[in-house]
């Protein structure tokens, strides 16, 4: 017989949807989205892209108009066998207590979505390294205790 010794890893959960605290546009409800294997998303709207400045000029949350320097062009697959080009601009954000520099979203218009911003896969497995329990809404930064 094979004894297992338990083990025990402390890590950060997140829920289903949770406050972000973007720079310059405060706190915004996010959807948590572990399925979602691209670029983190926040809404825009009236996009323009001067690639020769090298800026993307937009209206997001709260009528708020940005300017933001452009880093990236990606072709996201929106489904049923469409794409859409969408420029990638950084922010930097906190989640619960911590805070994350440069973070890339692309712009793309979630207009119809309630949630504005999107937080993808990738930033939740590399640079969160968190769990997400989607029962529970804006818990990151709390100290969740489990019972074995």
Do not use: C, W
Not at 33 to 59: C, M, P, W, Y
Not at 113 to 122: P, R, S, V
């Amino acid at each position: 017989m094979i004894k297992f010794d338990q083990f025990f890893f402390e890590k950060y959960i997140i829920g289903l949807i949770e406050d972000v605290n973007i720079d310059g546009l405060g706190k915004i409800s996010a959807k948590i989205d572990s399925g979602n294997g691209a670029f983190n998303v926040i809404h825009g709207e009236d996009i323009q892209i001067d690639k020769k400045q090298k800026l993307v000029r937009f209206t997001t949350v709260n009528a708020i108009s940005l300017e933001k320097e452009l880093v990236d062009e990606i072709v996201i697959n929106v489904g049923a066998g469409k794409s859409e080009p969408r420029p990638v601009v950084t922010f930097d954000i906190k989640i619960g207590n911590r805070t994350f520099e440069n973070v890339s979203f692309s712009v793309g218009n979630r207009s119809s979505n309630k949630q504005k911003i999107l937080i993808g896969k990738d930033f939740i497995q590399k640079s969160l390294d968190a769990l997400i329990d989607v029962s529970l809404t804006n818990v990151a930064g709390r100290n969740i205790e489990v019972d074995l």
